[in-house]
Structures are given as structure tokens and as C-alpha cells.
């Protein structure tokens, strides 16, 4: 009789136990579910999804890249290639002359202690030309020597085996950022300086091919401008081009009430020679956005680096020539306008993204590769799309490391901060359990109420 009495006990508090935890998880589940976040999408494809798979050249472009290639016969195009390459991703910044000037005047001062700790006899004018001498000599050895890339036809052809579809890659999924998060976007005119070989109008052309009316490509190299106007006419001189209006500059359009709805510059900020030239030109490129403004670099140190000072231009700088009134907005990949919580850490990361693509069949390079860029996009203040309301997003900065039960995701918090965030659907519901699993790095995810009380610093197991 007491072992009966006993089980019924047991049996009891099991129940009562379950219906607590279905309350705790229908209560979490009624939460979630009046934000209605998924606007009617599945889960894998998401508002927040932006990655895109493995990208290909659009088959006009790799059918005259291929033809202008073969036609060059450049020595060694493989290689070279290759060289270039490596040279363009381990390129730093140039040093800024005030900078060098203060190394100057430090080692200097070191010497001459040195030299009156000696206490020895010796013509000061003679020191100080030897002192002066040791000092050029050393600045050279420990300075990085900066210099300007020209590029005439034989380069640009190598140009084109290295990076056409890797740059093709970068471009079209930092665009892509805005085809998805504003879908009522119809840009008419475009802007690209430093076009380079023309990969912004074929990406963009595949995304608002229906609405653009006029494209100016601006480069300060002929022999690209060239080559970028054959890759439009598939290498046919007397063909009509693949994508009509595109127009060919070596120079910004001179009035500054010109105005285009979407301006990109990729790849381009790192080839100027200082921070004030980079502040001039971002600043020049914003008068001429009426909508968006895309700016595309390296995934390296440098490249964020280069960004985040654009940025902070953008958005702290007054500038002194204003014909649109609407200030700058970050619309992407950062989800707040603080400063970057990497570059605020004792060590410093770039906050950078990863596109698969495949490369232009060449010998040695027929497996699909990996471009890895970092990206900043601002907007005019009234335009960013549409997001559900209650709902703040995050951005995921590296890989997700997806586990039973519950999904691992480092992520840049609206707050400004860096956060690890466990993802289970008893914590933050099924929807955004099953949302984290289908994201990957740079995708964003949905961070409703809850959330902050449910980021762990434990071990990913």
C-alpha cells in the first residue's frame, strides 16, 4: 500500500514538473511568436540569410575573359598570377608621412644619447651628418615601401586571371545585402570608381538589370578601361555590348549636384597613399549617393582598418560641401554605429566575410575557391528597408558550430559588444533554434527578448 502511495507521489511531481515546463515553453513560444520575424519565409531563407552559394562568372563574362586571355599569351600567366595575388592580399597600408617624421625624431634623439654618453671629442657637425645618415638608413630598412600599381595591358591581363572572379564574388554578395534586406530598391544609375575590369556593373547588372538606365565606370587606368569595355563586348569589337550604358571615365564626374542611386568602390580606397586622400574621396563619393553607398576591401587588417576610417568619416565629420541634407546611416554589416568592438579589443581581428566561388578555368585552378573581403554599406537616413518590428538583429562573425540540441553563434550585438550566444529552442523558441542552425557566418540572425540574459562565455562541447 505505501510502495502504491509512493509511485502515485512520484508520478505526481513528474506531472507537475512537465507542466511547469510546458507553460515556461508555451509562454516563451507566445513571446516569440507575436514577432512575427519570418515574414511567411522557411527557415533556411530567413530575412537574415545573405550568404550565397558557390558563385560563377555569368557565362558571357568567362567566355571573353577566357578569349582575351588566350589571345594575350602573357609568359607565365599562371604564376604571375599567383604573385599577384599574394602581393595585393599582403599589401599594407602606406605609412603617413607624420607618422614617419615622429620615428625620425625619436631615433634621432636616441643616437645623440648614445653618442654623449661616449663623452668622446668629436665635430658636431660631422655627428650630426653621420647621426642623420644612420637615421635615413634605418627608416628604410623598418618602413614599408608603399607604391602605386600601374596597370598596362600585359598586367591588367594577369589582373584578370587573378582576381576577376574572386572580385566578382566579393561584390555581388555585399550587394546582395541590399537586394534582400530592400527588396523595393530599383536603382536607374550607378556609380563605380575604380572600376577596374567592370565586376560591379556585371554584378549589379544581375540583380536591378531591369531598372538600371546609365552606369559610369570611373578608372585612372586606360589600358582597364579597355579591357573592361571588351569583357562587355565578348572580345567582338563590333558587337553591341552584353550591358548597354555603361559609360568609361578616368575622372569623377565634375559637378558635385550629380547624383547616382548606388555607388560602389571595391577594392579601391587601399590604392590611395593617405588618410587624407581616402577621406576626400569618401566624402566626394557620398555627395554622389542618393541611395547607397558600397565600399569593398580586402578581409585583412588593413582593409577593415581603411573601412572603419571611412566609416567614422561618414558618420562624425561635417562636410564642409553639402547638397543632400540626409546624414549617413550604417545599413550593413555592422548592426550599430559605435565603434567596432574588434577593434576596441586588446587584440586586434578584422571583421571580415567568406563567398565560395568558382575560378576562371585555368591550368592549376579548376576547384572552387574562397574570397574572403570585408564590406561597409551606408545608407541616405530614411532608406533601409523594412524589418519586423520588436526584432533587433546581430551579425554573425565567424562560422556557426551547429551541435545536438543547441547551436553555437559568435555575433556583433545591436549594443556595440561581441557576444556568444547559445542557441536552444527551449531559450530562444523553435523559430529562432531552427534560424541559428540554417545561418552561417555573416548571415544575421534575429535576437528578440531573452537573448542578452542567454549569452554564455562557456566551452563550445
Same mark, same amino acid.
Given at each position: 500500500?505505501?510502495?502504491?502511495?509512493?509511485?502515485?507521489?512520484?508520478?505526481?511531481?513528474?506531472?507537475?514538473?512537465?507542466?511547469?515546463?510546458?507553460?515556461?515553453?508555451?509562454?516563451?513560444?507566445?513571446?516569440?511568436?507575436?514577432?512575427?520575424?519570418?515574414?511567411?519565409?522557411?527557415?533556411?531563407?530567413?530575412?537574415?540569410?545573405?550568404?550565397?552559394?558557390?558563385?560563377?562568372?555569368?557565362?558571357?563574362?568567362?567566355?571573353?575573359?577566357?578569349?582575351?586571355?588566350?589571345?594575350? &599569351?602573357?609568359?607565365? +600567366?599562371?604564376? $604571375? #598570377?599567383?604573385? /599577384?595575388?599574394?602581393? @595585393? !592580399?599582403?599589401?599594407?597600408?602606406?605609412? &603617413?608621412?607624420?607618422? +614617419?617624421?615622429? $620615428? #625620425?625624431?625619436? /631615433?634621432?634623439?636616441? @643616437? !645623440?644619447?648614445?653618442?654623449?654618453?661616449?663623452?668622446?671629442?668629436?665635430?658636431?657637425?660631422?655627428?650630426?651628418?653621420?647621426?642623420?645618415?644612420?637615421?635615413?638608413?634605418?627608416?628604410?630598412?623598418?618602413?614599408?615601401?608603399?607604391?602605386?600599381?600601374?596597370?598596362?595591358?600585359?598586367?591588367?591581363?594577369?589582373?584578370?586571371?587573378?582576381?576577376?572572379?574572386?572580385?566578382?564574388?566579393?561584390?555581388?554578395?555585399?550587394?546582395?545585402?541590399?537586394?534582400?534586406?530592400?527588396?523595393?530598391?530599383?536603382?536607374?544609375?550607378?556609380?563605380?570608381?575604380?572600376?577596374?575590369?567592370?565586376?560591379?556593373?556585371?554584378?549589379?547588372?544581375?540583380?536591378?538589370?531591369?531598372?538600371?538606365?546609365?552606369?559610369?565606370?570611373?578608372?585612372?587606368?586606360?589600358?582597364?578601361?579597355?579591357?573592361?569595355?571588351?569583357?562587355?563586348?565578348?572580345?567582338?569589337?563590333?558587337?553591341?555590348?552584353?550591358?548597354?550604358?555603361?559609360?568609361?571615365?578616368?575622372?569623377?564626374?565634375?559637378?558635385?549636384?550629380?547624383?547616382?542611386?548606388?555607388?560602389?568602390?571595391?577594392?579601391?580606397?587601399?590604392?590611395?597613399?593617405?588618410?587624407?586622400?581616402?577621406?576626400?574621396?569618401?566624402?566626394?563619393?557620398?555627395?554622389?549617393?542618393?541611395?547607397?553607398?558600397?565600399?569593398?576591401?580586402?578581409?585583412?587588417?588593413?582593409?577593415?582598418?581603411?573601412?572603419?576610417?571611412?566609416?567614422?568619416?561618414?558618420?562624425?565629420?561635417?562636410?564642409?560641401?553639402?547638397?543632400?541634407?540626409?546624414?549617413?546611416?550604417?545599413?550593413?554589416?555592422?548592426?550599430?554605429?559605435?565603434?567596432?568592438?574588434?577593434?576596441?579589443?586588446?587584440?586586434?581581428?578584422?571583421?571580415?566575410?567568406?563567398?565560395?566561388?568558382?575560378?576562371?578555368?585555368?591550368?592549376?585552378?579548376?576547384?572552387?575557391?574562397?574570397?574572403?573581403?570585408?564590406?561597409?554599406?551606408?545608407?541616405?537616413?530614411?532608406?533601409?528597408?523594412?524589418?519586423?518590428?520588436?526584432?533587433?538583429?546581430?551579425?554573425?562573425?565567424?562560422?556557426?558550430?551547429?551541435?545536438?540540441?543547441?547551436?553555437?553563434?559568435?555575433?556583433?550585438?545591436?549594443?556595440?559588444?561581441?557576444?556568444?550566444?547559445?542557441?536552444?529552442?527551449?531559450?530562444?523558441?523553435?523559430?529562432?533554434?531552427?534560424?541559428?542552425?540554417?545561418?552561417?557566418?555573416?548571415?544575421?540572425?534575429?535576437?528578440?527578448?531573452?537573448?542578452?540574459?542567454?549569452?554564455?562565455?562557456?566551452?563550445?562541447?
Amino acid at each position: 500500500m505505501a510502495s502504491r502511495r509512493y509511485g502515485a507521489c512520484v508520478l505526481y511531481q513528474r506531472a507537475a514538473v512537465l507542466r511547469m515546463m510546458c507553460r515556461g515553453m508555451s509562454a516563451a513560444a507566445d513571446l516569440h511568436s507575436q514577432v512575427d520575424f519570418l515574414k511567411g519565409e522557411p527557415h533556411r531563407n530567413h530575412p537574415g540569410v545573405t550568404n550565397l552559394k558557390t558563385l560563377r562568372l555569368p557565362e558571357e563574362l568567362q567566355m571573353a575573359a577566357r578569349c582575351i586571355i588566350q589571345r594575350a &599569351e602573357v609568359p607565365r +600567366l599562371a604564376d $604571375r #598570377a599567383h604573385s /599577384l595575388t599574394n602581393f @595585393l !592580399w599582403s599589401r599594407k597600408s602606406p605609412v &603617413e608621412e607624420s607618422s +614617419l617624421r615622429k $620615428r #625620425a625624431v625619436k /631615433l634621432e634623439k636616441e @643616437l !645623440w644619447e648614445k653618442e654623449m654618453d661616449k663623452k668622446a671629442d668629436i665635430d658636431e657637425q660631422l655627428l650630426e651628418d653621420r647621426i642623420r645618415r644612420k637615421v635615413l638608413s634605418e627608416l628604410k630598412k623598418t618602413t614599408y615601401h608603399w607604391k602605386t600599381t600601374r596597370y598596362d595591358e600585359e598586367l591588367g591581363v594577369v589582373y584578370m586571371a587573378s582576381r576577376l572572379a574572386g572580385g566578382y564574388a566579393a561584390v555581388k554578395r555585399a550587394l546582395n545585402e541590399i537586394k534582400k534586406k530592400d527588396s523595393s530598391f530599383a536603382p536607374q544609375s550607378l556609380l563605380d570608381f575604380g572600376s577596374g575590369l567592370g565586376t560591379v556593373v556585371w554584378a549589379s547588372h544581375s540583380y536591378w538589370g531591369d531598372s538600371l538606365k546609365e552606369m559610369v565606370c570611373v578608372d585612372s587606368s586606360g589600358p582597364m578601361n579597355v579591357l573592361a569595355e571588351r569583357l562587355l563586348k565578348g572580345d567582338e569589337e563590333r558587337v553591341e555590348p552584353h550591358i548597354k550604358q555603361v559609360y568609361f571615365r578616368q575622372f569623377l564626374p565634375v559637378s558635385p549636384k550629380v547624383q547616382f542611386d548606388l555607388v560602389v568602390a571595391a577594392f579601391t580606397l587601399s590604392e590611395l597613399q593617405n588618410v587624407k586622400e581616402r577621406e576626400d574621396t569618401v566624402l566626394t563619393l557620398w555627395r554622389k549617393t542618393s541611395s547607397y553607398l558600397v565600399l569593398v576591401e580586402n578581409g585583412t587588417k588593413e582593409g577593415h582598418q581603411i573601412l572603419m576610417e571611412a566609416r567614422d568619416t561618414l558618420l562624425k565629420k561635417q562636410d564642409k560641401i553639402v547638397h543632400d541634407i540626409r546624414p549617413a546611416a550604417v545599413f550593413a554589416p555592422c548592426p550599430h554605429e559605435r565603434i567596432c568592438p574588434k577593434l576596441a579589443s586588446a587584440i586586434t581581428t578584422p571583421c571580415n566575410f567568406n563567398q565560395m566561388y568558382q575560378p576562371l578555368p585555368l591550368p592549376g585552378r579548376n576547384e572552387r575557391q574562397t574570397e574572403k573581403f570585408s564590406y561597409l554599406i551606408l545608407a541616405r537616413t530614411e532608406l533601409g528597408g523594412t524589418e519586423s518590428e520588436g526584432v533587433d538583429w546581430g551579425r554573425l562573425i565567424s562560422p556557426v558550430k551547429r551541435r545536438t540540441r543547441h547551436v553555437h553563434c559568435r555575433m556583433c550585438c545591436p549594443d556595440g559588444k561581441l557576444q556568444h550566444l547559445v542557441v536552444t529552442a527551449r531559450k530562444q523558441s523553435r523559430d529562432v533554434y531552427r534560424c541559428a542552425r540554417s545561418s552561417d557566418w555573416g548571415d544575421r540572425l534575429p535576437m528578440l527578448q531573452g537573448d542578452d540574459e542567454d549569452a554564455e562565455s562557456g566551452s563550445e562541447r
